[in-house]
DNA sequence: GGCTTCTTCTGCAACGATGTATCGCAGGAA
DNA sequence: TTCCTGCGATACATCGTTGCAGAAGAAGCC
């Protein structure tokens, strides 16, 4: 059916293994039988069989991609990010959904998945790192997020504290003394919300403002939860000039129950989020949020990842990388 | 390295062939042989290469799925349905985003891509119907969405029509009579746009209420666009009592401009959108729209596409599939 | 008993590429 | 002349599986 590489070198009167050393940029091959051997190629349309490929060496030059649900709007933007920066190396992208359930995370780092990839980018949701170290395997395994900190494995996270922190300043600086914080407990402080609520205090004693519980919401990080957030303080009479919603999803909610209650936005009450999702430059006003660098974590992990696979990243530790982030100050807190 | 079918078959003292036989279901095996080949496959760990399986079958087991831009939310919640009804029969879906692109889009029709599957669901948005025929290949090719209606190929769509003639129908019960349309231009009848526009048209005509141009405004399908747009009709001073959306975005992102307007949302003018995304669900007031049985686009197109892998459905003609779709009545428009 | 037919299992040859070992032939050194 | 070295190309084995052909034994039929 298909051309194999017999036919191109039965075409260009070479060996097969001529032609293989053509496509894998062997050096030591004359020009003249270079050129006869593209040529047949190109005559031919030949297209070298992957799957021979990865049978007889070992690598797919497939990464894998774990993580909960591919549908949630942040995964699906790094997803679409992350097979970009692979595409330009080279690789592909394979997807598996986790549904944060421990039987599906398990088996994208043990099962037919593993096997079908070179390497893993790993969003764990429910396992442990020890469950994870004990089942880790031989390919490279780079995490993603903030759920596990282990000095084991490669990670790459982004910089919630220091963001979360220079938001918290930009709005002191504009003179707002009472911030309410929406999407954490008080108390709080590991995973996602703990560290973007640790940055809020930073900034807050940096400011020389003290922090006030009563001023923290807790609620689902949707863009309902937001509006009924901000609804409850206000119906509980607590006062705040400012708000800041740990997503851009809180935030949005929480500015539109503002407007229809007539609260003007920022003039009363600012109002910032997190994330830099598409929706929040469209809104209005527009959304002041945190651009996590999601370009950057894209980029840097699929770097991470395909350096470990092919050797030239070699730490014995593991490798934690932190990207950068730029405030996106726009028209709801300038 | 990893536990091959020779050792199994060593350690059950039979012949790789009988191993092999036993994972395939082959039929003629003694119970007690297939019982020690199990015993030996779980004693090992073996797990079958599928790699090797995939050179020697031709078979990948994988389905690709191309479109524009998998961070679009549509794109990704139905990427993440269809992985889903994919995995429930065996399959994984590798995912290609073309960006709109003939380069891209030829690619995955024709590049090693399609190596790596054994069909594609294919969503085109730049190529035309004849040049998609002319480098189609051998393996089967389902078509999502409307952009190509060609009976060469498999199809699979919503009822476009319908589904908007039956909001629009319920607009009209509701006794709205001037309903405004954005996201379209008066005159289109083509494409994703202009079949909607038919549907609102028609279920117009069946409620006896003439069609005026001037309430429908084109925008871009985002919500600022559908914020635009209502502010554009309010501002010529165009009279309506309903708005409905082409999409979910351009109704949430006119609601969200009424609302600020204050203008109350249904009382003074009622929104409906189309596709139930899942903010609809969760918007104040609660968005009426039109879910498009995603689920079943999903399950009916993986369906499909394998059925025609499998030899299963056989028509010479293109098979063409029209999902079904439910009003979601909230309070938006009631 | 001799013949097919069915069951159960085996061996060998692929699938299409790459790794290893090797070979002929230059050209330069001894 | 002989020996060595490096280039350019080749032959063969190999990756782990499945398809095909067939062997050995039991069973059924005349």
Redesign the interface.
Request: no cysteine; net charge negative; charged share 25%.
């Given at each position: 059916m298909a051309v194999t590489m017999n036919d191109v070198a039965r075409a260009a009167g070479v060996s097969l293994k001529t032609v293989s050393n053509v496509l894998n940029d062997y050096e030591f091959i004359r020009p003249a039988t270079k050129q006869r051997v593209q040529d047949a190629i190109a005559e031919l349309g030949y297209?070298?069989?992957?799957?021979?490929r990865?049978?007889r060496s070992g690598k797919?030059r497939m990464l894998g991609l774990v993580l909960s649900?591919?549908?949630?709007?942040y995964?699906?933007?790094l997803?679409?990010?992350l097979?970009?920066a692979a595409a330009q190396r080279g690789y592909?992208?394979?997807?598996e959904?986790s549904d944060a359930t421990v039987d599906a995370e398990l088996n994208a780092l043990q099962?037919?998945?593993r096997?079908?990839t070179d390497g893993l980018l790993f969003t764990p949701l429910v396992m442990e790192a020890d469950a994870i170290a004990g089942r880790q395997g031989k390919k490279p395994l780079v995490m993603l997020g903030e759920h596990i900190l282990d000095p084991r494995f490669d990670l790459v996270t982004m910089k919630n504290e220091e963001a979360a922190a220079a938001l918290t300043a930009h709005l002191a600086a504009a003179g707002r003394r009472r911030v309410a914080v929406i999407g954490a407990r008080p108390e709080e402080s590991g995973g996602t919300p703990g560290l973007r609520l640790n940055g809020y205090r930073q900034a807050l004693d940096t400011a020389g403002i003290p922090f006030d519980p009563a001023l923290v919401a807790p609620c689902e990080w949707?863009?309902?939860g937001g509006?009924a957030a901000v609804a409850g303080l206000l119906d509980q009479g607590v006062e705040f000039d400012a708000v800041f919603g740990l997503n851009d999803a809180l935030a949005l909610?929480a500015m539109?129950?503002l407007?229809?209650r007539g609260i003007k936005v920022p003039e009363q009450v600012a109002v910032a989020g997190f994330d830099d999702i598409d929706?929040a430059r469209?809104?209005?006003p527009s959304l002041t949020t945190v651009s996590p660098g999601m370009a950057e974590i894209a980029e840097r992990s699929i770097a991470l990842l395909i350096d470990r696979i092919e050797g030239r990243e070699t730490a014995d530790q593991g490798v934690h990388v932190e990207a950068g982030f730029q405030l996106q100050i726009r028209e709801s807190a300038p």
């Open positions: 297209e070298a069989n992957l799957t021979a990865s049978l797919t649900d591919l549908s949630a709007p995964y699906a933007e997803a679409s990010r097979m970009k592909r992208v394979l997807v959904q099962g037919p998945f096997q079908l949707r863009r309902d509006a909610g539109h129950e407007l229809i929706e469209f809104a209005s």
